[in-house]
């Protein structure tokens, strides 16, 4: 009983202790908020859009986030991207909102598959999503039709897979990758079921309406989203991503082609020149890298190669601008094959045309300076005072040597005629130290 009376007396001290404590205006500790990773993406869907995309999924799993963001605007891009991106998207511990916005987006082909994936889509008013139609990694028109069914059907499985599994419309999905359509926010949003989960006018808009929302994750596991008074955290893409994708871009890698290929023409007419070959040498390394990205026609490659190397010819070798002309229109056949045609994957013929002509142009103009400075007559050394017009200082024989000035030197002379001093005579060869000369007029 002793004990007992000792360990209420105890219990009662440390209860007093705890009350004296709030009596006293120690604040009690306020649950942490919840916090949402908004991560924006607006370009072409290739691997740095994957490891941007995996960089966002791993900062929101480490920090605890209650929600993930992706703030979506795509043309399409690459299958194989898109692949790794939803893997990543389906493996993450946060749930993954995919909200395509503002207002004026579009998520299509590439960018439609990513959408269905997430565990919520939502839309902006006045966007759309769809036409993910496959077309082949290397921009070429299939080998016959089977091999065409097989990867649309392919691709419009791996839709399917994933509308099931959300609850989404697989008719739809099916359709948008068979026969490309495309949908409004409102075709999605009131299909039966519908494509994706909400509309909302923003991100703010879009967490305030996901505050409390129960959702179903990849594996069937539920969850509610408590993301009451949340705090948003947003993350961008690094320098170094930035800039790869910038050169990832097609018009840019194909820009770079173009100027790396100019510069070590320019360098190949004018050895030494340093500058425009350092130049054109960068340029190609950063287009071969792109093209790596983006992936390229191998049959444009060659036309381009074949455009430059008529250019050259067309110098080497006038045609009467025949090969010239081949040269330009091989340039800008080249340049339309040369990247994907994966919608959004492509170079703009505003960028094509103007390109190929001003390259072919600037090519042809520096090649006929080249070969007009080669054909110019010497102005500096022995080989300048050929033609040049002199007088005879002595009397020249065919069998007795002289002298003339020419350019105000005293040269040995030699003619096959004989000259008077004070003759005057023009230099028709240099042999070392004595020229030959021809009278040229009458004695003075």
Request: aromatic fraction near 4%; glycine fraction near 10%; include cysteine.
């Amino acid at each position: 009983m002793l004990r007992l009376g000792f360990g209420l007396i105890a219990v009662i001290a440390a209860a007093g202790a705890v009350l004296a404590g709030l009596g006293n205006g120690e604040p009690a500790q306020a649950p942490p908020r919840a916090t949402v990773v908004v991560a924006e993406y607006d370009g072409i869907i290739h691997p740095i859009t994957a490891e941007f995309f995996d960089e966002v999924l791993t900062r929101a799993d480490t920090s605890g986030a209650r929600a993930v963001v992706i703030e979506l605007r795509t043309p399409g891009g690459l299958l194989e991207s898109t692949r790794s991106i939803v893997s990543r998207m389906i493996a993450a511990r946060t749930p993954v909102v995919v909200f395509v916005g503002p207002s004026g987006s579009r998520a299509a082909s590439a960018g439609f598959i990513i959408t269905l994936a997430a565990d919520i889509a939502a839309m902006a008013p006045g966007t759309h999503i769809g036409a993910a139609h496959p077309v082949s990694a290397n921009g070429e028109a299939p080998a016959d039709k089977t091999m065409s069914d097989k990867a649309a059907e392919d691709t419009a499985a791996y839709a399917r897979t994933l509308a099931g599994a959300r609850h989404r419309n697989v008719t739809l999905a099916a359709e948008a990758v068979l026969q490309s359509r495309a949908f409004t926010d409102r075709e999605a949003l009131e299909a039966s079921p519908p494509l994706v989960d909400l509309s909302a006018n923003d991100v703010g808009d879009l967490i305030a309406k996901l505050d409390g929302r129960r959702l179903t994750r990849f594996d069937g596991r539920e969850a509610t989203l408590d993301l009451k008074d949340a705090l948003i955290e947003r993350i961008e893409m690094t320098r170094r991503q930035q800039v790869l994708s910038a050169i990832a871009h097609p018009q840019i890698a194909y820009l770079l082609l173009s100027l790396g290929m100019l510069g070590l023409v320019v360098e190949m007419w004018n050895p030494g020149a340093v500058a425009p070959g350092v130049i054109g040498g960068i340029c190609l390394l950063l287009a071969f890298f792109a093209f790596q990205v983006i992936t390229v026609n191998a049959t444009g490659m060659l036309l381009i190669a074949l455009g430059v190397a008529l250019l050259i010819l067309e110098i080497k070798m006038p045609s009467f601008g025949i090969l010239g002309v081949g040269g330009i229109v091989s340039l800008i056949v080249g340049s339309v094959m040369i990247t994907s045609q994966v919608p959004g994957v492509t170079v703009s013929y505003r960028v094509i045309v103007p390109a190929a002509l001003a390259l072919g142009g600037i090519m042809l103009f520096l090649g006929r300076l080249a070969v007009q400075a080669q054909r110019l007559k010497p102005v500096t050394g022995a080989e300048a005072l050929v033609g040049e017009e002199g007088q005879t200082l002595t009397d020249v024989d065919p069998d007795r040597p002289g002298q003339v000035s020419v350019h105000g030197e005293i040269w040995r002379a030699t003619s096959t005629v004989p000259l008077r001093a004070r003759s005057r005579v023009r230099v028709t060869a240099v042999d070392g130290l004595t020229v030959r000369v021809e009278p040229r007029g009458e004695r003075t």
